[in-house]
């Protein structure tokens, strides 16, 4: 693909698009080709052909926008985009304007990402030995607007977004592993050094100590997480397993066999657990505005089993100045609670001023979330009054769509933050 590697025009949907041109303002649009909407949009599964095929006409005008045709000014239009269009704009890249290569181009438009030959490569080159499925490519799009191109990185986070791990119940499939590591050390004593041994069976009954203050943080018993220790914990432990590995008898005895199959299903288990530690680190990697967050999982020790809290805090401005404003943001919090299933509330914060919208996956769940929050809310409002923050008024919403957290990671976040201004307007 060398010969694409030159920068060339883009289509940007940051702007409206203006197309000089001389056709009525009613023109065909494609939801594959979407430039505005709320995050509910979820990309949609149809091919470009088939949806431009079922496109409805719109009609849009750009006040003041003027061309210059002839030399003399005449107005111009601001009309929806079309995959005819995208196909267009492929072909003056010299891309080919395939139906794989249109979809990807919508979805970079839908996502707020530049249509340019130098981000169509990256964006290939990334997708290289990939299934090229649509969570690849949304992956391999978070990754370029935050200025990271590497096809391992997005080889590693797609398969974390694909397969949506979390934190809780990857701890928990550790600690059994553990305990199974360590009772295969007991069983096989006599296959190694007794000193070696003890220093292993304490180092692993420490760092399942250490594993357990993080599931309990949230039952008040626990230590503040912190991706980066938990990361560097995980690597430690995987040094420690590569050394006791090399210690350890060739495979024979049963009790050798048990050791090595305890040593087997812990490093997979260490492997997981590392994959979405670093994929929560990239998410939160600053970049543009629209994918400028901290994103991290939190092990919720108030439900049983253990699930999982999400959260997603928004930062202000762009690249490495960029800062969580506590005066100016969003916060995200996605969770699975034991009597209303999944919830996500969304808090946006302006000044001190609070807005609260709580959304909920099924109609009834809705109700009854709807009825507790009404019970709750003087107790929330003092709650947040101490720490000097005012509620201004609270929504809530069934939505399967927004209730989970990938649609506030995944770039439609641009079109988020329209739903999140109306609602500060309304507020």
Same mark, same amino acid.
């Given at each position: 693909?060398?010969?694409?590697?030159?920068?060339?025009?883009?289509?940007?949907?940051?702007?409206?698009?203006?197309?000089?041109?001389?056709?009525?303002? *009613?023109?065909? *649009?494609?939801?594959?080709?979407?430039?505005?909407?709320?995050?509910?949009?979820?990309?949609?599964?149809?091919?470009?052909?088939?949806?431009?095929?079922?496109?409805?006409?719109?009609?849009?005008?750009?006040?003041?926008?003027?061309?210059?045709?002839?030399?003399?000014?005449?107005?111009?239009?601001?009309?929806?985009? %079309?995959?005819?269009?995208?196909?267009?704009?492929?072909?003056?890249?010299?891309?080919?304007? *395939?139906?794989?290569?249109?979809? /990807?181009?919508?979805?970079?438009?839908?996502?707020?990402?530049?249509?340019?030959?130098?981000?169509?490569?990256?964006?290939?080159?990334?997708?290289?030995?990939? +299934?090229?499925?649509?969570?690849?490519?949304?992956?391999?799009?978070?990754?370029?607007?935050?200025?990271?191109?590497?096809?391992?990185?997005?080889?590693?986070?797609?398969?974390?977004?694909?397969?949506?791990?979390?934190?809780?119940?990857? &701890?928990?499939?550790?600690?059994?592993?553990?305990?199974?590591?360590?009772?295969?050390?007991?069983?096989?004593?006599?296959?190694?050094?007794?000193?070696?041994?003890?220093?292993? !069976?304490?180092?692993?009954?420490?760092?399942?100590? *250490?594993?357990?203050?993080?599931?309990?943080?949230?039952?008040?018993?626990?230590? &503040?997480?912190?991706?980066?220790?938990?990361?560097?914990?995980?690597?430690? /432990?995987?040094?420690? &397993? =590569?050394?006791?590995?090399?210690?350890?008898?060739?495979?024979?005895?049963?009790?050798?066999?048990?050791?090595?199959?305890?040593?087997?299903? #812990?490093?997979?288990?260490?492997?997981?657990?590392?994959?979405?530690?670093?994929?929560?680190?990239?998410?939160?990697? $600053?970049?543009?505005?629209?994918?400028?967050?901290?994103?991290?999982?939190?092990?919720?020790?108030? %439900? !049983?089993?253990? !699930?999982?809290?999400?959260?997603?805090?928004?930062?202000?401005?762009?690249?490495?100045?960029?800062?969580?404003?506590?005066?100016?943001?969003? #916060?995200?919090?996605?969770?699975?609670?034991?009597?209303?299933? $999944?919830?996500?509330?969304?808090?946006?914060?302006?000044?001190?001023?609070?807005? #609260?919208?709580?959304?909920?996956?099924?109609?009834?769940?809705? +109700?009854?979330?709807?009825?507790?929050?009404?019970? =709750?809310?003087?107790?929330?409002?003092? $709650? /947040?009054?101490?720490?000097?923050?005012?509620?201004?008024?609270?929504?809530?919403?069934?939505?399967?769509?927004?209730?989970?957290?990938?649609?506030?990671?995944?770039?439609?976040?641009?079109?988020?933050?329209? #739903?999140?201004?109306?609602?500060?307007?309304?507020?």
């Amino acid at each position: 693909m060398g010969e694409f590697q030159a920068e060339g025009g883009g289509i940007h949907p940051g702007k409206p698009i203006i197309w000089p041109t001389s056709k009525p303002t *009613s023109v065909t *649009s494609s939801s594959q080709a979407e430039t505005t909407g709320s995050a509910r949009n979820v990309p949609a599964q149809s091919s470009p052909a088939s949806a431009a095929s079922k496109a409805a006409p719109t009609q849009q005008a750009q006040a003041g926008a003027q061309a210059t045709v002839a030399g003399k000014p005449a107005a111009t239009i601001a009309r929806a985009l %079309t995959v005819e269009d995208l196909r267009s704009h492929l072909l003056s890249l010299q891309l080919e304007p *395939s139906d794989a290569n249109t979809q /990807l181009a919508s979805l970079m438009v839908r996502n707020g990402l530049e249509i340019s030959r130098s981000n169509f490569v990256k964006i290939m080159t990334m997708l290289q030995g990939s +299934d090229k499925s649509q969570t690849m490519q949304e992956a391999a799009i978070v990754l370029l607007m935050k200025g990271i191109d590497s096809p391992a990185a997005a080889k590693m986070l797609g398969g974390v977004m694909s397969e949506n791990p979390a934190l809780a119940a990857q &701890l928990s499939s550790l600690q059994s592993a553990l305990g199974n590591l360590s009772s295969a050390l007991g069983a096989g004593k006599a296959l190694m050094d007794p000193s070696l041994l003890a220093q292993l !069976t304490a180092l692993l009954a420490q760092v399942d100590e *250490s594993f357990q203050n993080v599931s309990n943080k949230f039952s008040g018993k626990g230590e &503040l997480f912190k991706q980066i220790g938990a990361l560097n914990d995980v690597r430690a /432990l995987k040094a420690l &397993l =590569q050394g006791l590995k090399e210690k350890a008898p060739a495979k024979g005895s049963p009790e050798a066999q048990a050791l090595a199959s305890a040593m087997a299903e #812990v490093s997979g288990k260490l492997d997981s657990l590392q994959q979405n530690l670093i994929a929560q680190a990239i998410l939160s990697q $600053k970049g543009r505005q629209e994918v400028n967050y901290h994103y991290q999982q939190i092990p919720n020790a108030m %439900t !049983t089993p253990h !699930t999982t809290f999400e959260i997603v805090v928004k930062r202000q401005g762009e690249g490495k100045e960029a800062q969580v404003d506590p005066r100016n943001t969003q #916060v995200v919090i996605a969770m699975e609670t034991t009597q209303l299933g $999944k919830m996500v509330i969304t808090m946006i914060v302006k000044d001190n001023k609070v807005y #609260v919208v709580f959304v909920f996956n099924e109609k009834e769940y809705g +109700d009854e979330g709807r009825s507790l929050i009404a019970k =709750q809310y003087g107790e929330f409002q003092q $709650k /947040l009054a101490d720490k000097n923050f005012l509620i201004t008024g609270y929504q809530v919403k069934v939505d399967p769509a927004l209730c989970k957290i990938r649609p506030y990671l995944i770039p439609i976040l641009a079109n988020l933050d329209e #739903v999140m201004r109306k609602i500060d307007l309304e507020a």
